[in-house]
């Protein structure tokens, strides 16, 4: 893996990780569905306009469908399921949930792209959930059928992550990474429009909301949604789907900067795993040399 490479992953889980801190603000007041909409659509748009200003063109007409359908897999369904399951499942078991994404993303990969799934692969997938368990420090769920259908819908959005890689990674000819960013952001917008209605807007919203609103569209999405598909097209969806292991990481660390928020032995025994899982997955060891008969 190149340096930059590197670079891209661990800002990118910089980001992500802050956005919890973000979200924490604005969600209560907004509700689920308006925040993820508000997200999208003003990403998406910030997007449009710095590939419009570089003279690109989003080729609409003949990759519309590729928009739509990754903005869909990538961005609305997952923000809608997660939505769904907070009503129920304490935020560690979702983030758990969340880290499988590159196990699911590892299995279609091999299925559709042609990946190989090594051994060394997979124990990296698993080692890093563990380490992500650590990190989250699991609360008390009582078994039930909320529970049950909770937990569904985040393997479910995890699943959409692992679909979307493989979709864009197999559907990215011809379209560069940034097109295919602002395009997804654009498409999970329309997607999401119709059922704003279902989630009214729940509290005051303040212009400290509004601010912080914006940072997490700016930032979290627009600024984020750039590397990320830059890392899908010079890595693989894959690797680039590491970067859900680092992401709790990252949250925790500004917690404890900006919220005070105790790190103890699991926040240690959590951050030595998701290293390693990171670095199992995505520095594969290089093939050994030919020997001339």
Known sequence: MRSADLFRLILLAAIWGASFLFMRIVAPALGPLWTAEVRVAVAGAAMLLFILARG???????????????????????????????????????????????????????????????????????????????????????????????????????????????????????????????????????????????????????????VIALVLALLCSAVAYFIYFRLIADLGPTKALTVTFLIPLFALIWGAVFLGEAVNLNTLIGCALVVLATWLVVFQPAAAPKVAA
């Open 56 to 210: 690109k063109s989003m080729h609409f007409g003949t990759s519309w469908r590729q928009y739509l359908i990754l903005g869909t897999l990538n961005s609305a369904l997952p923000f809608a399921l997660f939505s769904y399951a907070a009503l129920t499942l304490p935020a560690g078991y979702s983030a758990i949930l969340n880290a499988t994404s590159p196990l699911w993303g590892a299995l279609v990969g091999a299925a559709v792209l042609g990946e190989t799934l090594t051994a060394r692969k997979i124990a990296g997938l698993l080692i890093g959930i563990a380490g992500v368990a650590f990190l989250v420090r699991l609360g008390p769920a009582q078994f039930s059928p909320q529970v049950l259908v909770a937990a569904g819908a985040c393997v479910i959005a995890a699943l959409c992550y692992g679909i979307a890689g493989a979709y864009s990674k197999k559907a990215s000819a011809g379209i560069a990474p940034p097109q295919m960013a602002t395009g997804s952001q654009l498409g999970a917008a329309l997607v999401l429009l119709p059922f704003l209605p279902l989630s009214p807007v729940r509290g005051e919203v303040t212009p400290l909301v509004i």
